[in-house]
């Protein structure tokens, strides 16, 4: 059985920073690819970002340049780092892997961007 604990999301004003992090749990577990999504509000789940096994990324346009993903060697835990965040980043942050036997979501993690 896998799991993807996530932790790291809280409030914080428009212009911090937050870094998030996620492991997953499970014996010889080893994902393709790692990424994060979120929902806010009455809004449907989107990519945020996304890291393969060989390192490359992509974004969503709406945090190129801000948001950085990165992940361990052992592809078992992926991190998102955060900075010059802005009241539209407000969400529900999910962790999701894809590896042998599927793929895998987190239970979430609530960031807030307010003043």
């Known amino acids: 059985q896998v799991q993807l604990v996530e932790s790291g999301g809280s409030l914080v004003q428009p212009g911090g920073s937050l870094r998030l992090s996620c492991a997953a749990s499970?014996?010889?577990?080893?994902?393709?690819?790692m990424g994060w999504y979120r929902q806010a509000p009455g809004k449907q789940r989107e990519l945020v970002a996304r890291i393969i096994v060989n390192g490359d990324t992509n974004y969503a346009d709406s945090v190129k340049g801000r948001f950085t993903i990165s992940r361990d060697k052992t592809m078992r835990k992926v991190f998102l780092q955060m900075n010059s965040l802005e009241t539209e980043d407000t969400a529900v942050y999910y962790c999701?892997?894809?590896?042998?036997?599927?793929?895998?979501w987190g239970q979430g993690t609530q960031v807030t961007v307010s003043s």
């Open positions: 499970g014996r010889s577990f080893s994902a393709h690819a």
């Open positions: 999701h892997a894809v590896g042998h036997g599927g793929e895998y």
